[in-house]
């Protein structure tokens, strides 16, 4: 599997492949953070000719659900979306940390090796909780049973990091296993499936996918038996610049992905329904059998200490240099949103308060 670097050009970005070593990984999100200093991508509001449009990356989980449902029923007043596509889940990350894009839902661990190398950017909100889940192939119903064995994933990820937390509650470690890194959601799936792979971390709905189409394949981990209840996977960030420059705008997003949370809650299969196959590669029956398992939770200030407990996981995997503290979040536009939209607020099932 090769990994991607974004190479500042005069005629766009090019993409240039490098392999997936820890260093070459680091390398990467310094030279991205040192490319952030060319400032953000949005459109000035006094220049653009109607909504403010902002350049987004995301994932591919349902943990993005609430981020789809903006863009695909327009809920974010006076602000468009323009998702860039990216040619793997590294590029999510990358592209944000280069300063391509404005905005990104993206896994909080991502979120953290590019701030940790520099890039000006905050967590403002949450997108969706749980959803990371453990499977193995037939026969392997433990995690000593995973002695040895091959561990599919992806770098950097919070996809790699329970894993790591559940090997470790076992009293064991990744030296234990055979780790395999992989570029896409589809691609770890079918790896799975296929079984090159003895067991993977993958996020709903892939998770799910892979359950039903392996014959004797189990879950191992949900997360929520290392974890606990409603622990964090995805978040909104933004670029410092951006929430510096247009505050409301990050406040009409926000309220938006509120909205988009409630529609959710309210109606998951025609949420599933407006995503799955433009965003989800799996099927809709899989994708609606799975939207329950990671729910959209755009009020993550309670699991702000659980994020910052993962920074050591990331520190001893050399993915960042310094442990991050809580001036990496800013959840002032959130709690400005929810004191002006009570009525919004009141009705999401999911939240801290």
Do not use: M
């Given at each position: 599997m090769f990994r991607k670097f974004v190479q500042q050009d005069p005629n766009g970005y090019a993409l240039t492949e490098l392999g997936s070593t820890r260093r070459e990984f680091l390398m990467r999100g310094a030279c991205l953070?040192?490319?952030?200093?060319?400032?953000?991508?949005?459109?000035?509001?006094a220049m653009a000719a109607g909504p403010l449009t902002l350049k987004a990356t995301h994932g591919t989980g349902l943990c993005n659900c609430?981020?789809?449902?903006?863009?695909?029923?327009n809920l974010a007043q006076g602000v468009a979306l323009d998702f860039v596509t990216t040619p793997s889940n590294a590029d999510i990350a990358a592209l944000f940390g280069a300063g391509v894009?404005?905005?990104?839902?993206?896994?909080?661990?991502?979120?953290m090796t590019l701030y940790d190398a520099g890039a000006p950017i905050k967590i403002v909100a949450g997108?969706?909780?749980?959803?990371?889940?453990?499977?193995?192939?037939?026969?392997?119903t433990s995690a000593a049973q995973l002695r040895g064995k091959t561990i599919g994933t992806f770098q950097a990820d919070t996809l790699e990091m329970l894993p790591y937390d559940y090997l470790k509650k076992a009293g064991m470690s990744f030296a234990d296993v055979k780790v395999r890194y992989f570029g896409t959601s589809p691609e770890l799936a079918q790896a799975f499936i296929a079984g090159n792979v003895d067991a993977m971390?993958?996020?709903?709905?892939y998770a799910t996918q892979a359950l039903k189409a392996r014959p004797g394949s189990v879950q191992l981990s949900n997360g929520v038996d290392v974890y606990g209840a409603n622990y964090s996977d995805c978040v909104l960030a933004v670029r410092s610049k951006l929430l510096k420059e247009?505050?409301?705008?990050?406040?009409?997003?926000?309220?938006a992905m509120m909205v988009a949370q409630h529609q959710e809650e309210l109606d998951r299969a025609s949420a599933v329904?407006?995503?799955?196959?433009?965003?989800?590669?799996?099927?809709?029956?899989?994708?609606?059998?799975?939207a329950a398992k990671q729910p959209a939770m755009v009020d993550q200030r309670s699991n702000q200490n659980f994020i910052l407990q993962r920074a050591q996981n990331l520190k001893d995997l050399r993915y960042i240099k310094r442990l991050p503290g809580p001036d990496m979040f800013d959840w002032g536009p959130l709690n400005e949103v929810i004191k002006?939209?009570?009525?919004?607020?009141?009705?999401?099932k999911l939240k801290s308060a």
């Open positions: 953070a040192g490319a952030s200093a060319l400032g953000g991508a949005y459109l000035p509001q609430p981020f789809f449902l903006v863009k695909e029923r894009v404005d905005v990104s839902v993206v896994p909080y661990t991502n979120f997108s969706g909780v749980q959803g990371c889940v453990i499977v193995a192939q037939a026969g392997i971390c993958h996020i709903e709905p247009n505050r409301d705008a990050v406040k009409a997003l926000i309220k329904k407006d995503t799955v196959g433009k965003y989800f590669k799996t099927s809709y029956d899989a994708t609606l059998d799975a002006e939209n009570n009525d919004v607020y009141g009705q999401l």
